[in-house]
């Protein structure tokens, strides 16, 4: 994999961008202190190279009613390649958003946002007490958010 | 709280912008079949009333070289309202990007993105063993991400 | 689901008789200061839609003699719809009175009372450990009840 | 203690009015066979001998929005009778109903009922936290009531 | 099963013999202020209604060389009876003195003595590697003995 | 520490009296086949030279009604000698018959009987919770007991 | 086995040779104060005897890039000899230095080292996944190598 | 840190040396096809750079009677740099060769080497316990080693 290298006026730009996406060029340019050409032709690049992934609406959950928030760790039974088939799966439920291989006693930490407890148990616990690639689930459920950042932080 | 209704027409823009926050207001208005103007003052309604938070770059991680994921599990010790202090403080630590409070036998899972061992090691870890509040950790250490979608989804 | 919504005096007239349930319709009337025709209209809606399930006698425990009470954690096998056959199945074993899904590391909180240890282990333990949806059990033998209101609390 | 023993009539007796303490007592007599008056002078008398405590109105729940439910285990700090003054301690807080002190590696389990999780958080988990004999405590939210019975069941 | 009752003369009689079974009947009898003959008789009463079971040499561990003492905790696999037989399986080991059947996450508690680790590993925990009705082990190599009383205390 | 060798013969005798004290002189040179006198003699001997620590009459636990069996495991707190004053605190508990120091994630196996849960309660885990010593304990109830043999045994 | 005995002469050679191997056997000579003849015939019979097992080079981690440690605790399924089957196949597996099976809740302790998270994951963790005979694994990541003294310490 | 760009020369010279310190460089040469002045002068460079830390003897643990193994993990009080002091502390005490700060639910492993238990209650465990920085320690026996490498490999 071939990692673009950033300089000091690709992470100016970033650090701006990135909790907001629509900032305008030309103040950018004014901050980084190079031409706007230049804020755009770096941001292009950004783009083509990926370092820039997209951009992104933060929508407030609760808006959406979505404030049953769950974080499951699951194991996954030993053997056959079932890891690697589970973490798609888990992937691919509605709801979640965050599906992470760790190591320690625990195979998979998801991270999930549903409507209500029935919402839980119908999309989400009753899929997942039924895959045969996992031993155990246990979920906790999120009493109150402190942090959640939808982004890379760049200090 | 006041919580605005949201009905078919905000969802259906909420869902196209949702992971492409750039994406064309006249292309939005054909597709969601209503005029232009009519999309550009349901986004700034939803911006005012708060249903939409913000706008995000989704940087490459791996880009800036921030490829040692962590998530650690955090005890507090009781009494005194330790907490909600701890939880406030666990926010303001670099690299922490989430921070939730669960129920269950652990108070804290928090996820954080570090450059490699060292920086975790003296920026995070350390931190965390010399702050009172706090009985145990315990961290798990990300070996594979197989999810990560950083806004809310829309179905 | 259609629930009825109760006013300030079906909540007055639960409050009184939740653990009374013989006292005086004379007495509820004069209490909450409408007319008796009223309370007994009141009491019968409430048992027609549900709100009033039913009257119960509390008989002692120890009368009985049944004063060997366990609640047993129960974590089920994954896969299959176990779970819900399994909640059913452990609701209709003789003794148990309280079967609860719960999230975490385990599956099923059961609570139940036995005459002594014999009649535990032979009409409960023994069906359990048999039971092939069942992974794991395990026994916690009550050592003194603090609190037990067998009906919901209106404060 | 004294305790009253219980004949063949007392038992049928309670099996019928422990699900249904309005049943008249003219169908009782009809159906254990006895005249009337005795089952008038038996209930009189369980009633004072303490075998019957109480006769209770089965409230739905979910009528009076009580459907958070959490079963909490609660382990004590060691050391100067903390158990039992936090047993008691334990007993008055709003929405408890079940309080047992149990043998193995936790030393309480609680039973509540709290109309959500914001209830459960300000008026349950919060005072916990803060309780100086408490050393942890492990919730777990119920997803499902499989059985709930809120009466010594008699076979 | 019948139970013989103990009086006052019996009771103190166990308690003297209990840890010096060869204790002369004139001192018995002297002690407890009966006949020599109502100890006599006493003695054989309880050896023939089962009280009194044997009369036990109790040699020196260390004399035999058996040193290696282990604490091991069994989990049996759930279904098919497989307790019971595990029971009686474990009973019969070599080395084995202890085997109790407990609520709580393990199921047996088995105490056993070995001559060293050799000894152990071949003749103990090779066997309970290799049996099907056990789930997992897990052996606890004693340190120390604080007490160890092979008879039942009288107080 | 001398530890006296054991010959053949004294291997041979110990077996024989290991669970029958009072066998008598004779019968054991017979089977033995050496003369009376050196039966005697090789008793006398290792009962002065401690290979033989004592005889003991085993009562049955039922007769006495000391059916409450518990098996405890408990954890110390770390420091200033603890472990060592706290063993031998445990062994002088009325009940106590076992006190072993254990390696692994408890430090202390203690085994007991009592006549019921209030005795136990009273008179062992009331005074357990109050000491100072102790992090935290853990009791199983016995449910069933396989194998109690109180004596070392010689094959 | 026949162990040889080694006195106050070789323990004193060993002393100085084990963590310098190319100690010249003059300076052995002059400080053990011996002939340099008996040095030499003395550490020949070590060898021969199997005392001195090799001659080890000590080359640095870091040097090799191999710094990305791994501490895995492995638990075996029980049954049919799978234990001696996995600890041979574990001691070859690439990176593998250390493989212990121990008594207690875990099987065996694994130690390796690997160049980074993919060589890790690769090489190591996906061949354990795929092995029939282990039951479960856990991996701790080594943050801090405080000492590793990878020969016999003689004081 | 500078860190030594080792090629393929240094490598191959490593592979031969790392199991045999003492093998001839006349036979390095010829197996790698480089002059012998060329092996003695990468070795002396390897030396200076640190990537050859040093040449050890490895001694039969068993010749020297140390075969009580022990793998201890060890948790630290939270607090006041309490780990670092620790992981120095543990370094230092007679038989042990292994300090590992690892992340997960335990802070140290440890490995060590002891003569027979005594010792290792001794000169060990009970250091151990009257250490103020240590939480909770848990001892696991090693039965068996499968492998033990005191070198870096190089494949
Ligand atoms: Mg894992
Ligand atoms: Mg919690
Ligand atoms: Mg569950
Ligand atoms: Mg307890
Ligand atoms: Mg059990
Ligand atoms: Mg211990
Ligand atoms: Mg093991
Ligand atoms: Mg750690």
Not at 13 to 41: C, F, H, M, R
Not at 65 to 74: M, R, W
């Amino acid at each position: 994999m071939y990692i673009m290298e950033l300089d000091d006026v690709d992470l100016k730009i970033l650090k701006i961008i990135q909790n907001d996406a629509k900032y305008p060029l030309e103040k950018i340019a004014e901050e980084v202190k190079v031409p706007k050409s230049t804020v755009a032709y770096r941001i292009k690049k950004m783009e083509k190279m990926g370092v820039i992934k997209g951009y992104f609406t933060y929508v407030d959950p609760a808006s959406l009613n979505l404030d049953y928030l769950v974080i499951t760790l699951v194991r996954a039974r030993y053997g056959k390649d079932y890891h690697d088939s589970l973490g798609k799966k888990l992937s691919q439920l509605p709801g979640v958003w965050g599906v992470y291989f760790v190591l320690g006693d625990m195979d998979f930490v998801v991270l999930a946002r549903f409507k209500n407890r029935e919402d839980f148990m119908k999309n989400f616990l009753e899929k997942l007490i039924n895959m045969p690639e996992i031993e155990r689930t246990s979920t906790h459920v999120v009493a109150k958010v402190y942090r959640e950042t939808p982004y890379v932080i760049i200090d």
